[in-house]
């Protein structure tokens, strides 16, 4: 029996792992190139277009390093870890796509890591996090999470965070302010004037500048009256919130402001619950733009927050600190997405009216 001589080929079986010698031979340049630029070793030495086809023929070969065998060589492990809120929030699990992402094409692994309750302190997921990490990616909601790690010395990115919060080598922000603005705005140029914000009652960053952006934008237009509702985040405690606004005394609100889609998803159902109608009776706005803002009916107007370019920004903030190199994160924008959960307040008397009476 005969057996054909095997034949180069970029094909290997599922089970065999990609090598540097693999992706050189895809993208054409040495091993000695593939292992600059997945090092990120690269500036100065290789152009910004080979390791661009480097890291792409890498990500197309699934080619992982052999992190531990690296470790031993350079001192380093090439992990960094991710602290967020919870992984059952969609808005997490993107910014976590983004940053693997990017951490991949640097030949660095991720370890993400939610903090209990999703607020709150957790203890160091490691015996000693300066042994076993090169650096720190964090959430500002999961900022507590970080006390055992600060002893540690690591660099840390915090997304979503105070710039002037002296603990960070470097933060990555939304332009949250700004949508806040845009959600007040396109609610006043409806014509609506009593608005109810219903605010995350969360010890966070980010919750306090959409508070202080609605009040100071909202101070500018005449006539106009903000009522604040703290509330939980959650379906459940956003209806709670909306019910307790639109019954309790004075005028009742033609518009409720929701911190988060979720918040929203529960003051549409407390709407619907007093007999009354989105948004013909009340309009609703929600934040972050995540998939339930059109699986709810009407479809909720929302600002839609980047969040797999928000991971991906913070994890090149992250490698520029362990690279020696000055960090310039960006802020990233926001976008009013205007959809069926708003319109004009009814220009009837019963806007003033309690449901069920006066």
């Keep these: 029996m005969t057996h054909d001589q095997d034949t180069p080929s970029t094909h290997r079986p599922a089970a065999t792992r ?27 030495r290789v152009s910004p277009g080979t390791a661009d086809t480097v890291r792409a023929a890498a990500r197309d070969l699934g080619y992982r390093p052999n992190l531990a065998a690296r470790s031993l060589r350079m001192g ?13 929030t969609e808005f997490f699990a ?28 957790a203890r160091d997921p490691f015996d000693s996090a300066a042994a076993t990490l090169d650096g720190v990616l964090a959430s500002s909601m999961a900022a507590e999470a970080l006390t055992a790690l600060r002893a540690a ?35 006043t140029a409806l014509g ?25 934008s909202l101070a500018q237009v005449p006539g106009t009256r903000l009522h604040r509702q703290p509330t939980a985040l959650g379906v459940d405690a956003g209806l709670r919130a909306a019910h307790a606004a639109l019954t309790g005394p004075g005028p009742r609100p033609t518009a409720l402001l929701c911190d988060d889609d979720i918040i929203a998803a529960g003051a549409c159902k407390a709407v619907r619950r007093l007999g009354l109608r989105v948004p013909d009776d ?21 600002v839609r927050l980047p969040a797999e370019e928000f991971g991906e920004a913070g994890m090149r903030a992250l490698m520029a600190a362990l690279d020696g190199r000055p960090a310039q994160p960006p802020t990233l924008p926001v976008q009013l997405v205007t959809r069926g959960s708003t319109a004009p307040p009814p220009a009837t008397p019963d806007n003033a009216a309690r449901p069920g009476g006066r």
Excluded: C
């Excluded at 997945?38 to 100065?44: C, E, Q, V």
């Excluded at 380093?76 to 059952?88: D, E, G, I, K, S």
């Excluded at 105070?162 to 959600?183: C, F, H, K, Y």
């Design 18 to 44: 990609a090598t540097s010698r693999d992706v050189a031979r895809a993208a054409g340049v040495s091993q000695a190139t593939v292992s600059l630029v997945l090092g990120d070793k690269w500036r100065g």
């Design 76 to 88: 380093h492990t090439r992990t960094v870890l991710l602290v967020v809120p919870a992984l059952t």
């Design 94 to 121: 993107r910014v976590y796509t983004g940053a693997a992402r990017v951490a991949a094409d640097h030949g660095f692994g991720v370890v993400l890591y939610p903090s209990p309750q999703g607020i709150g302190p």
């Design 153 to 187: 010395d690591l660099p840390l990115v915090m997304l979503d965070s105070d710039p002037d919060d002296e603990r960070a080598t470097a933060t990555v922000n939304l332009d949250i302010a700004d949508g806040a603005r845009q959600l007040t705005h396109h609610l």
């Design 192 to 216: 609506h004037r009593r608005i109810t914000h219903l605010a995350a009652d969360v010890r966070s960053w980010t919750f306090d500048v959409r508070s202080r952006a609605v009040a100071a």
């Design 282 to 302: 009340i309009s609703v706005t929600g934040f972050d733009d995540l998939a339930l803002a059109v699986a709810v009916e009407p479809e909720l107007t929302t």
